[in-house]
């Protein structure tokens, strides 16, 4: 693993003997807190993938979102375990290192969900001051989303925005595009203007299934996607609507 500094992440390894050693507590955090989430979240991740501990990560991260839930995931990136906080209410993520520093290597393309747990720090702001982290060690969560989209292991578009529909853009909900989307950026521009169904973006020039799937959950994940089932490209249904419903 050579994108960014791994010294102060425990390896895959120590992380699985101490959870051996402890099941029942978080032996990584400093109070030891019982390893519960909330019933409606972990109901979701259990019906989602059977066993969240071997779950999609990106099907995690959607459900913690569309749930308004916190979370601490613990993956796996090569041989270490990169942390991160989700903070979807803020809009958030707490960890130890930016997802700018991985790039779009074979670490995220491996990526893969050890544990889902309460998080162990609060947002910014929060009441809880004695447990709010280093300030620099929060960012936005869109970039994470766009990094885990596009460069995750997930290549088929999220299980809650397939079937017949048709896409388009929520230009309102769309925040700074990054810099890395490249040839996937004449899709998003095109998605501003008109609505399409999966196989006709991945028909697009440069666009592939796969890329358009990539880039169909990103924009999804990040609130900036409506889905139709009445546009006749998607054949039934009569409304648009942003299936967040975050409004930003």
């Not at 810099?179 to 440069?206: N, T």
Request: net charge positive; hydrophobic share 40%; charged share 25%.
């Amino acid at each position: 693993m050579d994108e960014f500094d791994a010294s102060s992440l425990w390896r895959i390894s120590d992380f699985r003997r101490e959870r051996e050693a402890h099941p029942d507590t978080n032996p990584f955090a400093a109070d030891a807190r019982p390893t519960l989430l909330p019933t409606t979240l972990l109901a979701d991740l259990q019906q989602l993938q059977g066993d969240p501990l071997n779950g999609d990560v990106l099907e995690v991260i959607a459900a913690c979102i569309r749930h308004r839930e916190a979370a601490l995931l613990y993956l796996a990136y090569g041989d270490r375990v990169w942390p991160v906080t989700l903070f979807p209410r803020e809009f958030l993520y707490h960890s130890p290192r930016d997802v700018a520093q991985l790039g779009s290597g074979a670490g995220l393309a491996k990526l893969a969900l050890l544990s889902a747990e309460p998080p162990h720090v609060r947002p910014p702001g929060d009441n809880m001051s004695e447990r709010v982290a280093n300030p620099q060690r929060y960012r936005p969560m869109e970039a994470l989303l766009w990094a885990v989209s596009l460069h995750g292991p997930r290549s088929v578009v999220l299980s809650e925005i397939s079937g017949r529909v048709a896409y388009k853009l929520v230009s309102s909900g769309l925040r700074e595009l990054p810099s890395s989307l490249g040839a996937l950026r004449p899709a998003v521009e095109r998605l501003r203007q008109e609505a399409a169904p999966l196989r006709d973006i991945a028909g697009w020039p440069g666009m592939s299934l796969p890329r358009a799937s990539r880039l169909l959950n990103a924009l999804y994940l990040t609130g900036a996607l409506m889905i139709s089932r009445s546009h006749p490209s998607a054949g039934r249904e009569r409304s648009w609507r942003n299936l967040f419903g975050r409004g930003r």
